[in-house]
């Protein structure tokens, strides 16, 4: 038994739209993949569409990485040493870059090919794939966000560096990896905070979609004549785009040839595996005590403020 199934409880195992179709018959329970994931990341997204794509029965294990910060725990610090989500844990190995998961379970499991034979045309898939990969969609995602939740992602980020630096008195053998970690916050905390680049990031994302835009006036799917692993991983990136403001960048007035093929992505049944929004229940226990002890402090100092104020103004007046 694996490190992290020894520490890690309550797995789900779960079937995708046609997995049973289209599955191997000798792909046995022992067999499945064990994909460590959290429902709205980006990542996770990519990677649970193309098992859906794939017809690839997997086990399911939630990792928090909310205020909860699950991710930064030791058990899984061991297991993904960027302590990122997705995981996919596989016959005994550990894969934990997206693009390397998604080409081995292209690889590796029964389904429809999404990545072709023919050199040109796999040349171009790539291209796709690595280009989405290289954008820097988590700076862009904190470049959109105002008011409180601007407020509350910047206190998550103060909260996971204090985190490390805890946890590296306690883990002295996971030192390394979570020095790597605080450096990698560090990072992204001067990012987000220099306008000028953020509002570049923002401006980039428009060249990038007059590109796709121009790429699919001459074909119905990005990277040729048939659904791949490039229009699988865009999927989830357009959706996020929507998500975080793009919507009207996306819509058929600004970009027609993108709106018709984000149609058809979404009319694929792959599309229900990758977009989980979270339930009232899950957004509750994943933000809730979080959220609840953060406005507490807020409750308290406040009338800290008023009660002292209030002692003030009668002393002066005696």
């Known amino acids: 038994m694996s490190p992290a199934k020894a520490t890690v409880k309550g797995g789900e195992v779960l079937q995708l739209p046609g997995a049973a179709e ?14 460590y994931h959290f429902p709205t990341s980006l990542p996770s997204q990519q990677v649970r569409l193309v098992l859906a794509e794939k017809g690839v029965e997997w086990h399911g294990t939630t990792v928090n990485i909310g205020p909860a910060h ?28 997206v693009v390397e998961i998604v080409t081995h379970v ?19 898939v790539l291209h796709w794939v690595e280009v989405q990969a290289h954008f820097p969609m988590r700076e862009l995602g904190y470049a959109r966000t105002k008011g409180m939740v601007r407020w509350f992602q910047r206190w998550s980020l103060r909260q996971q560096r204090g985190r490390l630096r805890r946890l590296i008195r306690k ?7 979570y020095e790597a970690r605080r450096r990698e916050l560090d990072a992204l905390d001067r990012g987000i905070r220099h306008r000028v680049a953020m509002q570049e990031l923002v401006d980039e994302v428009d060249v990038l979609l007059d590109e796709i835009e121009a790429t699919l006036e001459e074909r119905e799917w990005l990277a040729g004549p048939r659904y791949t692993l490039a229009d699988a991983m865009w999927t989830a990136v357009l959706s996020k785009l929507e998500q975080i403001g793009f919507a009207r960048s996306l819509s058929s007035h600004r970009r027609p040839q993108i709106a018709q093929w984000y149609a058809r992505l979404r009319e694929r049944p792959s599309w229900h ?9 899950q957004a509750l226990r994943f933000y809730g005590p979080a959220v609840a002890k953060t406005f507490l402090v807020f409750w308290v100092l406040k009338w800290m403020i008023v009660i002292g104020l209030g002692w003030l103004v009668a002393h002066l007046r005696g």
């Open 22 to 35: 289209r599955s191997s018959p000798e792909q046995g329970a022992a067999e499945r993949p064990t994909l």
């Open 70 to 97: 699950e991710n930064l725990e030791p058990w899984y610090a061991r297991l993904n040493s960027r302590m990122v989500v997705p995981t996919l844990e596989v016959e005994g190995r550990i894969l934990t870059d």
């Open 106 to 124: 292209d690889e590796h499991f029964d389904g429809p090919s999404l990545i072709p034979e023919d050199p040109d045309e796999r040349a171009e």
């Open 171 to 177: 883990n002295p053998g996971l030192r390394k990896v």
């Open 273 to 281: 595996a990758m977009i989980r929004r979270l339930s009232a229940w």
